[in-house]
C-alpha cells in the first residue's frame, strides 16, 4: 500500500481538523485532480468540536488499520516540523523517513512520502513569511488532535521516532532539542519524556544516562528506583503498540532492551 492509501485510511480513522484537513489536501494534489483540496478548506474537513474519531466501526482489525494509518501521517508530519527546526533539511534525517518507507510500503511510497514531505516545508515557510509563528500554532493544533486520538504508549512511540530521526545526522542543535520539547508538550507528554529518549542510547553504557533514562536522579532511594522502573515499563512495553505493525513494534521492542539496560546497570551498582 502507498501513502495514497494510508493517508485515505487515516482520514477513515481521524476526521477533521487540521490533520484532516493538510490529508485532504495531499490527497488532492498527488492525483493531481481538478478538485484539488486545498488547505484553505480547512472547515470542510470539521466536525462540530474540530476534532473526532473518524467513522471507523469497532471491528478490531478497522480499528488497528486506523490507528497505524493516523501513527504513520502523524510522524510525517511531525517530522518535517523536528527536520527544518534548525533551518536546514538535513539528507540523513530525510533518509531516515525515506528508509522507513522503503522498508514497510514500498518504492511508490518513497516517491509520494517524499512529496508530502515537501509540500509540507513549502506550507510552512509560506506560512511563516504572512505570519511568523503560524506554523508551530498548525503543529501545536496537530498534536492535540494526535494525542486525542491515540493512546499514550503510541504517542511515547510517535516521540521516539521524532527523537531517533532528530539524531539519524549524528548531531542534535539545541533548535531540534527544542523543537522536541515543544512538540513533546503539545502532545501531552513532559520535558522528562524527552530527556529519557535523548539518553536511550548510552543507557547501557553510562550510569548518568541510565538515571536519566529511567527520569530520577542518582540520590533516589531504592523503592524510587524500582518504582520508576515499572512505570517506565507499563508506558513503554512495546506490545502497547503491537497493532501499529512489526516495523512499529520492533522499535519499542529496541527501545524497550534500552530500558532494561539501564535499569540492569543502576540494578547492580546499588545491588538490588
Known amino acids: 500500500m502507498g501513502i495514497i492509501g494510508f493517508i485515505g485510511g487515516f482520514l477513515g480513522f481521524m476526521i477533521g481538523g487540521p490533520l484532516g484537513a493538510l490529508a485532504g489536501y495531499f490527497i488532492g494534489s498527488l492525483f493531481d485532480s ?136 549524528g548531531q542534535l542543535p539545541k533548535s531540534e532539542i527544542n523543537a522536541l520539547y515543544e512538540v513533546a508538550g503539545y502532545l501531552g507528554l513532559s520535558s522528562a519524556d524527552v530527556d529519557s529518549l535523548l539518553h536511550l542510547d548510552s543507557g547501557g553504557t553510562s550510569l548518568e544516562d541510565a538515571y536519566k533514562v529511567l527520569g530520577i536522579s542518582p540520590d533516589a532511594t531504592d523503592d524510587e528506583v524500582k518504582a520508576a522502573y515499572r512505570k517506565m515499563a507499563l508506558k513503554h512495553h512495546p506490545d502497547r503498540v503491537s497493532t501499529l505493525g512489526d516495523d512499529v513494534k520492533k522499535a519499542a521492542e529496541k527501545k524497550f532492551q534500552e530500558i532494561n539496560a539501564a535499569k540492569d546497570k543502576i540494578f547492580k551498582e546499588r545491588g538490588l
Open 34 to 169: 481538478t478538485t484539488k483540496t486545498t488547505t484553505s478548506d480547512y472547515g470542510s474537513y470539521k466536525n462540530d468540536t474540530g476534532y473526532g474519531t473518524g467513522g471507523y466501526s469497532a471491528d478490531p482489525y478497522e480499528q488497528a488499520q486506523g490507528q497505524r494509518n493516523s501513527f504513520l501521517f502523524s510522524l510525517l508530519v511531525l517530522a518535517t516540523y523536528i527536520i527544518r527546526a534548525d533551518g536546514k533539511v538535513m539528507h540523513s534525517e530525510m533518509e531516515y523517513v525515506r528508509r522507513f518507507l522503503r522498508e514497510n510500503f514500498g518504492a511508490v511510497a518513497v516517491q509520494q512520502g517524499n512529496e508530502v514531505m515537501l509540500k509540507l516545508f513549502e506550507e510552512q515557510k509560506k506560512k511563516e513569511a504572512v505570519s511568523p509563528g503560524s506554523w508551530a500554532r498548525t503543529i501545536r493544533d496537530c498534536c492535540q488532535q494526535i494525542s486525542a486520538n491515540l493512546d499514550e504508549s503510541m504517542v511515547q512511540e510517535l516521540l521516539h521516532f521524532l527523537v531517533m530521526i532528530a539524531k539519524a545526522d
